[in-house]
């Protein structure tokens, strides 16, 4: 079964600093996904890493994939207030479901 | 109207009601999901069609019956719920499920409150 773990679950950061959150996930997989979650509000789809070694970036976000590891982290640099949401992965393999990690509370102060 | 819609967006029902929730997609996609977003548990992904056709029942209670007319279309009928159905549903749509560049985009959600 495929089991999908973020951590840290809530993060509570200052503007200006860097921090990754990690998600691990328990047997091989062919995509993983990023999304965002504002309060009261959907998701939102940030990135799709389909590879080995995929990195992609938008703004002071970067997620990065290692199969190998079955880790993926999303790294923030130089955090703005904007960026406070909740953010998860989540991991498929061929036809079987998305599963997702628990969420990152993420909140920063200014 | 754009992306996924959902309605209504908040609905209180009681026990013994009948209710239904509508989700639109306006993005041409053949796949629509449901899931379930509970205050501590990660989203649940409930039911998947595919081309209109089911391809996927998470062990749903069948106090939950889901209905796909059309691609473009998904409902989650409810009847006799529990409190603890309490949640966001969300719905879902991407271009076709399980194919590996497949995203899902997702709609605002029904908060449902179950007294």
């Known amino acids: 079964e495929l089991k999908v773990e973020q951590n840290p679950l809530f993060l509570s950061m200052q503007e200006g600093k860097n921090y990754t959150i990690y998600c691990n996930y328990s047997t091989t997989s062919d995509r993983l996904y990023w999304y965002r979650q504002d309060p009261g509000k959907s998701l939102e789809s940030l990135f799709v890493l389909l590879s080995n070694g995929a990195v992609k970036q938008e703004g002071r976000l970067m997620a990065s994939l290692d199969t190998k590891a079955r880790l993926s982290t999303l790294h923030i640099t130089a955090a703005v207030h904007d960026l406070s949401a909740t953010y998860f992965c989540a991991v498929g393999r061929g036809a079987q479901k998305l599963v997702f990690g628990q969420g990152t509370r993420l909140t920063i102060n200014p | 109207e754009t992306g996924v819609t959902q309605t209504p967006r908040h609905l209180v029902m009681g026990m013994t009601n009948k209710k239904s929730l509508k989700c639109e997609q306006h993005l041409g996609h053949n796949a629509m999901y449901w899931y379930k977003q509970s205050a501590k548990k990660p989203l649940e992904l409930m039911f998947v069609?595919?081309?209109?056709?089911?391809?996927e029942n998470n062990s749903v209670p069948s106090r939950f019956s889901p209905e796909c007319p059309n691609s473009s279309h998904l409902f989650l009928h409810l009847h006799t719920l529990q409190p603890e159905d309490s949640a966001l549903y969300l719905c879902?749509?991407?271009?076709?499920?399980?194919?590996?560049?497949?995203?899902?985009?997702f709609g605002p959600g029904t908060r449902l409150t179950v007294l």
């Open positions: 879902a749509s991407s271009q076709e499920a399980g194919v590996s560049t497949d995203t899902q985009y």
């Open positions: 069609y595919n081309f209109k056709e089911q391809t």
